[in-house]
């Protein structure tokens, strides 16, 4: 079993900035691709960014590239979400997911959410115009 808590999440300004952690707890998650997700009201949760176990490779969706960056610290145990130049769009529940299939720990273009096994509870991003 993995444990995903995630954190970071708030109230900020368009413009702004936030960096969202992922903590993981009950097995490394050293060897395992790991995802950003969100969901906005009323809308079905959607990707956001991945990165490949070793942190080598990234992906991201389009409408976040060159704005957020997905990292990992696996010394930590834990995965980053740096959103810069956050938008009024961007706000959602953020969730941290993990891919625990082996196969699949080196690739970064995880996009969907039956790629994924766990899962955290999710932190609030709120952006004000």
């Known amino acids: 079993q993995v444990q995903l808590v995630e954190s970071g999440g708030g109230l900020v300004q368009a413009g702004g900035s936030l960096r969202l952690s992922c903590a993981a707890s009950?097995?490394?998650?050293?060897?395992?691709?790991m995802g950003w997700f969100r969901q906005a009201p009323g809308k079905e949760r959607e990707f956001v960014a991945s990165?490949?176990?070793?942190?080598?490779?990234?992906y991201y969706t389009t409408s976040v590239k060159g704005r957020f960056t997905i990292s990992r610290d696996n010394a930590k145990n834990t995965v980053y979400l740096h959103l810069n130049s956050l938008k009024p769009e961007d706000t959602a529940v953020y969730y941290c997911?993990?891919?625990?299939?082996?196969?699949?720990?080196?690739?970064?273009?995880?996009?969907?959410?039956?790629?994924?096994?766990?899962w955290g509870q999710g932190t609030q991003v709120t952006v004000s115009s």
């Open positions: 997911s993990a891919d625990t299939m082996l196969s699949a720990q080196a690739m970064a273009e995880l996009t969907e959410v039956s790629e994924y096994d766990y």
């Open positions: 990165i490949s176990y070793s942190g080598g490779s990234t």
């Open positions: 009950g097995r490394t998650i050293s060897n395992y691709a």
